[in-house]
């Protein structure tokens, strides 16, 4: 970055944090209800008001008309998440910088944990629709007491919409351009009256995807084509005993068609990708009170998935045709992964109640044990030319914890919380190369975090938290003996909050600060090879980052609904390679935004809109490409009559051109295979129109 970018990057990041801070102190507070957002993620129910920790909720509200968006598009618009490519849907999401961009050979363990009805899909985020959802909770910053391993950055927790006694449903149809075609149905009530309630839904969305391709002249070589079905049942075995049970079924079976040496949206491959994911997974929960002191929840889930994941790694039928006019000989490769991955999770506490609080009936307490079991299979043909080049590993991971937290009100307005989480992680890997690597380790997790009510429309937070990453093996036989492992990673993490309702409940407000400490600090890498590159994970020895999440409401109307969220993010490598020292990490962008208003007229009309932006960010820990800073306008309009609602949107209004992945290699024969950045473009300009009914 130049002098001049330098003093921009600063200036915006200035402003920024002042208007951001300010929202904090102009306006005069008076008495007001508390929010009535329920945040579930912990391990008992808070408001939002009075959670400890930066969390963001997006509610059925929210997601209205969300339907056929991709699960991370819509967490990109929260402050400090963002989301990576390199796939037919943006599967790799990132916190505060933190989290995975891409998997080839390497199994990995997710930095950002996601959690779908009590399912752990930190593996399986292909397989996240936003059909029939409730509630997202985006936590921010290390989870280790609740989630462990998967919650070093965060953890994204979606609840479906759950059974009811009254019988209701929902139906709705939506048509787009490229072809957008999307149906879901979900219908729940009593089944047994006064013992069994269900919920099923059923959501199919397809879509011909938005690159042409020139050598087969076909215009879905990046199709989207989902289907996902889900049950739930809950069973009222007693007035003090519940237990729920949860069905997915996933099957998405989408084109991979992305890249092309113009960084355009039309490819010349003749061997399109595909990358698809077959899920059945379930989840039972059962709940059962004893005497008012204390509940007992044990949840079992598990979940079995097949995964396909290939592309065409020249980009080309064997002859690149230049923009020019001419023909250059390239290469014909074409890589293949295909995945096995089982998982079993099982998890048993005890929860206190009113009767059961401790020390003097001042604490509220949690204590329970944990245990997973996963298993990944990985089947790898890199075909060159007619040669199949067979490579496969298996790998499985076994991890035992022990965890407690203490809720304690030290006064009527303070609360002190502490928790423990303490994990023995055993992995073991072996590969068609003969090479074998076990590893076995003790990590332990953590928060303290204090909670000061000030009446009922202020509160403030400090807290402490540290999270893990266990280490792991680089697959790929080409890297040196060195680079065959890496270690562990700890994150320190400190967040100081502010949360208020003013004005009569009709402005909000949370603010959060916090400031990171990584310790071997993981990074992704990759070394350069004839016509392609192997990607691997590295030890840098600390990073740190600190920024600003804020949320802001205002409601001057009872039609008018303003809103803001805005994140800001220093990060860097404090000590690594000579030439990363003092950067920031890939992926993560120093300032993102989404400003938005919806508006009620003429009693059935909604007007919604918003605009979200991101700073420029690197592309990768190996190159210094960086992607350019964006905003895009999206909005819609919508009509209610009685049960029925018409909705017109759009996204991406002014067709801005953007990109999600970049790789920098040699791949143009046409240049003599000098290394360029080749970027995966964004979606362009998409509307469409969506018929929904509620009974």
Do not use: C
């Not at 919920?199 to 969305?205: A, D, E, H, L, P």
């Amino acid at each position: 970055m130049n002098g001049i970018e330098g003093k921009i990057m600063k200036q915006k990041y200035l402003t920024l944090s002042l208007v951001a801070a300010a929202v904090v102190t102009t306006a005069t507070a008076e008495e007001v209800t508390l929010d009535p957002i329920v945040v579930g993620a912990d391990f008992r129910e808070h408001k939002l008001s009075e959670t400890i920790g930066s969390v963001s909720v997006l509610d059925e509200a929210d997601l209205a008309d969300k339907s056929t968006e991709p699960l991370f598009e819509v967490l990109g618009k929260l402050p400090n998440v963002n989301f990576t490519a390199g796939a037919s849907r943006a599967k790799y999401i990132q916190i505060r910088g933190i989290g995975e961009r891409s998997q080839f050979e390497t199994p990995v363990t997710p930095s950002v944990g996601l959690i779908i009805d009590g399912i752990d899909f930190s593996r399986l985020t292909l397989g996240s629709t936003l059909f029939d959802i409730k509630q997202i909770e985006v936590l921010r910053g290390p989870q280790g007491t609740t989630f462990g391993a998967n919650g070093m950055a965060g953890v994204i927790n979606i609840e479906s919409n759950e059974p009811t006694k009254e019988t209701e449903g929902h139906i709705e149809a939506t048509v787009g351009n490229y072809n957008t075609q999307a149906f879901g149905a979900a219908v729940g009530g009593t089944l047994v009256k006064d013992v069994l309630l269900g919920r099923f839904s059923v959501f199919k969305n397809k879509s011909d995807g938005f690159i042409t391709n020139s050598t087969l002249h076909r215009d879905d070589t990046n199709n989207i084509d989902e289907l996902t079905a889900k049950a739930a049942l809950r069973w009222l075995v007693a007035d003090d005993h519940t237990v729920d049970l949860n069905f997915i079924h996933v099957n998405v079976d989408n084109g991979y068609d992305a890249f092309s040496l113009e960084n355009s949206r039309t490819t010349q491959s003749d061997k399109p990708g595909k990358d698809t994911q077959k899920t059945n997974a379930f989840s039972i929960k059962s709940t059962y009170l004893f005497d008012q002191k204390f509940h007992l929840i044990t949840a079992l889930s598990h979940s079995h998935s097949k995964l396909l994941y290939s592309y065409d790694e020249d980009w080309t039928d064997g002859n690149y045709r230049a923009p020019d006019g001419n023909v250059y000989e390239s290469y014909d490769w074409f890589d293949q992964y295909k995945r096995k991955i089982t998982q079993s999770d099982i998890d048993m506490r005890m929860v206190s109640d009113e009767k059961g609080k401790i020390f003097n009936a001042t604490t509220d307490w949690t204590v329970g044990l944990y245990g997973k079991s996963y298993k990944e299979d990985l089947d790898r043909n890199h075909i060159k030319y007619d040669e199949n080049n067979l490579f496969d590993y298996r790998y499985k991971t076994e991890n035992k914890a022990i965890y407690g937290q203490l809720d304690t009100a030290l006064t009527d307005i303070l609360v002190l919380t502490t928790g423990l989480r303490v994990e023995k992680w055993e992995a073991k890997y072996r590969d068609s190369d003969d090479l074998t690597i076990n590893t076995d380790e003790v990590l332990s997790g953590g928060k303290i975090g204090l909670l000061y009510r000030n009446g009922a429309e202020r509160t403030y937070y400090v807290a402490l938290s540290k999270g893990y990453k266990p280490g792991g093996v680089n697959a790929d036989n080409t890297l040196a003996a060195s680079q065959r492992d890496y270690k562990t990673e700890t994150l320190w993490n400190l967040d100081l909050g502010y949360k208020a309702h003013y004005l009569d409940n009709k402005l909000v407000n949370r603010l959060n600060l916090f400031y990171g400490k990584r310790k071997d600090q993981q990074v992704k890498k990759y070394a350069v090879a004839t016509h392609s590159f192997t990607d691997y994970l590295d030890n840098a020895a600390k990073g740190t980052y600190y920024g600003l999440e804020s949320e802001l409401e205002y409601y001057p109307t009872d039609n008018l609904h303003l809103y803001s969220r805005i994140g800001l993010l220093h990060a860097e490598f404090d000590s690594y390679s000579p030439e990363l020292t003092g950067r920031s990490p890939a992926q993560s962008p120093k300032y993102q935004y989404d400003i938005g208003f919806d508006y009620n007229f003429m009693e059935n009309w909604t007007f919604r809109a918003d605009l979200e932006g991101k700073g420029g960010y690197y592309f990768s820990n190996t190159h210094d490409q960086k992607s350019k800073a964006y905003s895009l306008l999206n909005s819609s309009i919508s009509y209610i009559n009685g049960n029925w609602t018409a909705t017109l949107w759009g996204r991406n209004l002014t067709d801005k051109d953007y990109d999600v992945r970049g790789f920098y290699f040699g791949n143009n024969p046409a240049n003599d295979w000098a290394d360029e950045l080749y970027t995966q473009k964004g979606a362009p300009r998409t509307f469409g129109f969506t018929l929904s009914y509620d009974f």
